[in-house]
Nanobody
Framework: VQLVESGGGLVEAGGSLRLSCAAS???????????KAWYAQAPGKQREMVAHIATDGTIYYADSVKGRFTISRDNNRKKVFLQMNSLKPEDTAVYYC???????????WGQGTQVTVSS
């Protein structure tokens, strides 16, 4: 199983990016039973959750991104997305996709995609 992230890059403050995470080699039932999350790790800081979507569709956002970021999923395509609007320099980080399934005892991470927001 591989989680492949894409969509990162360099953007000016106020701009937008859309991150994608594709689960390659994962059976649909594992994907569907997984909590999907995006984490951010800024230089010198711990990795922190910015958004997750539970299997029942409940969504959580970190206070710092509420109203600006939107997490979504496409179960049939086994993809997770993070729409990032009104980006700020403090959003600069490596963003990681995580899929965690309690039912199957699995926990997968992507390789990370760099997001850099210039002021």
């Amino acid at each position: 199983v591989q989680l492949v992230e894409s969509g990162g890059g360099l953007v000016e403050a106020g701009g937008s990016l859309r991150l994608s995470c594709a689960a390659s080699g994962m059976i649909l039932s594992v994907f569907s039973s997984s909590t999907k999350a995006w984490y951010a790790q800024a230089p010198g800081k711990q990795r922190e959750m910015v958004a997750h979507i539970a299997t029942d569709g409940t969504i959580y956002y970190a206070d710092s991104v509420k109203g600006r970021f939107t997490i979504s999923r496409d179960n049939n395509r086994k993809k997770v997305f993070l729409q990032m609007n009104s980006l700020k320099p403090e959003d600069t980080a490596v963003y990681y996709c995580n899929l965690n399934s309690v039912a199957y005892g699995s926990d997968y991470w992507g390789q990370g995609t760099q997001v850099t927001v210039s002021s």
